[in-house]
């Protein structure tokens, strides 16, 4: 009944990200402030993490307590989040230079919300569940309104918080009437008495409930109302920080609650996932095409994604969570790339946001043109991207598991997506112009983007990598 | 047995009753006191389902620290234009009206119908569940680990709080 060196040790990626963000703030504090070292310390904190991650990948077990998961599932989540954290961080240093609002408590942040999404992957009970979103959440608050003297990162971070707090409020009211009814917040025990909860009307209502905290997590239909205002006013690395790893973490909270503990197949709360992720395929992708300034298309095509992985949801099945766990690495790798590149172009007011700015870039940085291409291509689900393999493991799952009407949809959906994403690559590519990145890139933010890149063509043409991984992950 | 049922239903009454007072009202600091009522008939709710632990954290958290905050809110923004609250009837009301009232019919019905097969707890248990120090006990040990999450959780509120809160922004 106590916490032992062994669970700290097993528990090594969470657990040396925390004292890495402990000691990187007392770094901060020091006199002189070394925002460098910060910056270093919370790249070689990411560093060890993911590696500390992928050395636990093969062994799964349950620490303190019974009250998170390690290795595996948690392993795989941790490296996609460390990753994401990773490239926030390189992107960020030169985009908060040149607003000359480089703080090292920026990088602190996002380790301390790297930590809340780590425990969101590996909780093994609704209260561990319920503080890693938080936690993740009121450092993202945090984030959105970093550059406090622009006033549409300020009215985005309120909206975020606000939204946010009742979001939260959906999710304590669902984990107490799971509780109540079941008896306890283990998820391991209340996947044991699942056939007989899933009678009962009260439990149905407590996960209704949850379904609508997460939905708002992943920014899904209809509780998606934050996510292009809060897109646009965050600073963008923000915003690839908040798109890539605070969704990939809220769905592994998904995840870990409808598919590995409830058996929600044939239930009611499998037709109200199917419907959320078909409002927000629809939805995301037509209103993505009205929209002139990429980071709020971007907004609406994450709450396009979101629809296409809840499909995997609805499936509740092993298939839809392999599909969603490659989904989730290929879509952190390709928005994070696109992101990162949109906020080389973007000026310090706001400016050079839309499609038409983008005129000519390719004649001007050819590989920065290349790469934002293989991004776009990847969004739109075009093989041999890694994009389009995600797409095609969650809509297989889907039709496996009797929803074909909502793989149609995905499908139909998608063709719409292409027109969007394609038209910035046209833009670049067919148009004149001389749009170009006015600022020098750091060789090494260059480097990072390069190699996301080439991952993302990786991943597309090796899909097995990371589906091979997924499917030995055990189930609760 | 009858001396529980008088404290319960005059504090079920008192607590509905200033529930409503508090959201009819006009003026928000005494809407605001009427909640702290409100909070107060809650915690004897607690303590007569033996609830002692909740029912002195709902009066130290809610009807101490929340609601001082709830006034300084409400007097540092001055509201002088409460009467904005009687705004004419909009179709957008309307149907958030008849959302929410849709939504608690729903709720009624439940609570209603769907309370068969919960978990069972007799009151020796009941009885022992809500003291400090079980409570402690159970902190301290079963969920060691997320006492010691909530502590980073405060870490990283404290510090967003400083940085947003800060008078310079550097």
């Known amino acids: 009944m106590e916490i032992t060196i062994s669970d700290l040790w097993q528990s090594a990626p969470m657990v040396s990200l925390t004292l890495t963000g402990l000691v990187a703030l007392l770094v901060e504090s020091m006199k002189g402030g070394r925002t460098t070292a910060v910056y270093g310390l919370s790249l070689a904190g990411c560093a060890l993490a993911f590696v500390f991650s992928l050395w636990s990948l093969g062994s799964e077990v349950i620490v303190f307590n019974g009250m998170i998961l390690q290795g595996g599932y948690a392993s795989y989540f941790s490296m996609v989040f460390t990753s994401s954290a990773f490239f926030t961080i390189v992107l960020s240093r030169p985009y908060m230079q040149r607003l000359h609002r480089e703080q090292g408590v920026l990088y602190i942040l996002i380790l301390f919300a790297t930590v809340g999404m780590m425990l969101m992957a590996s909780a093994m009970d609704l209260i561990i569940l319920f503080l890693g979103i938080e936690l993740m959440s009121v450092c993202l608050y945090v984030l959105t309104g970093f550059v406090r003297t622009k006033v549409t990162s300020n009215e985005s971070a309120v909206k975020y918080f606000l939204l946010g707090a009742f979001a939260t409020g959906f999710l304590l009211y669902g984990i107490a009437l799971v509780y109540g009814t079941a008896g306890t917040t283990n998820l391991k025990l209340i996947s044991q008495s699942f056939a007989q909860l899933s009678g009962n009307s009260l439990f149905l209502m407590g996960a209704g409930l949850l379904v609508i905290a997460f939905s708002f997590k992943v920014a899904a239909v209809p509780f998606h109302m934050w996510a292009p205002d809060v897109y646009e006013g965050a600073p963008t690395p923000v915003t690839a920080f908040m798109s890539t790893g605070a969704k990939a973490a809220a769905f592994a909270a998904f995840v870990t609650v409808f598919i590995r503990t409830f058996a929600i197949t044939g239930t009611p709360i499998s037709e109200v996932v199917a419907f959320i992720a078909a409002a927000s395929m629809i939805l995301g992708n037509v209103t993505a095409i009205a929209q002139s300034n990429l980071k709020r298309m971007l907004a609406y095509s994450s709450i396009a994604h979101a629809g296409y992985m809840l499909s995997g949801i609805a499936a509740g099945s092993a298939e839809g969570e392999t599909g969603i766990l490659f989904y989730l690495a290929a879509y952190t790798l390709m928005n994070m790339g696109a992101f990162g590149i949109i906020s080389w172009v973007e000026q310090q007011d706001d400016t050079k946001l839309t499609f038409d700015d983008y005129a000519g870039f390719s004649a001007q940085r050819p590989v920065v043109a290349a790469m934002l291409s293989v991004f776009m291509f990847s969004l739109a689900g075009i093989p041999p991207f890694a994009g389009f393999f995600g797409k095609y493991y969650v809509f297989l799952a889907a039709v496996k598991a009797d929803l074909v009407w909502l793989a149609v949809i995905g499908v139909l959906t998608s063709v719409i997506s292409v027109y969007y994403y394609l038209r910035l690559v046209m833009v670049m590519y067919f148009r004149d112009g001389n749009a170009t990145i006015e600022e020098r890139v750091p060789g090494f933010a260059f480097a990072v983007i390069g190699v996301i890149a080439a991952l993302v063509i990786l991943l597309g043409l090796y899909p097995s990598l990371v589906v091979d991984i997924s499917k030995t992950f055990f189930k609760l | ?170």
């Open chain 2, 1 to 170: 047995m009858i001396l529980e049922s008088i404290v319960f239903y005059s504090l079920a009454v008192a607590s509905v009753g200033s529930a409503l007072l508090m959201v009819t009202r006009r003026n928000p600091v005494i809407a605001a006191l009427y909640l702290i009522l409100n909070f107060f008939c809650l915690a004897g709710l607690y303590l007569t389902l033996q609830a002692q632990f909740i029912a002195v954290i709902h009066i130290l958290v809610y009807a101490g620290a929340i609601m001082v905050l709830f006034l300084f809110v409400i007097m540092l923004l001055n509201l002088g234009d409460e009467r904005k609250l009687s705004d004419a009837i909009s179709p957008r009301k309307i149907i958030a009206g008849g959302l929410s009232l849709a939504l608690l019919l729903e709720l009624l019905s439940i609570f209603v119908t769907g309370t068969e097969g919960l978990p069972e707890y007799n009151a020796d248990q009941a009885l022992q569940v809500g003291t400090v120090e079980y409570i402690g006990k159970q902190l301290f040990t079963k969920f060691l680990f997320p006492f010691e999450v909530t502590s980073i959780l405060l870490l990283a509120a404290i510090i967003g709080a400083i940085l947003l809160a800060k008078k310079k922004p550097d």
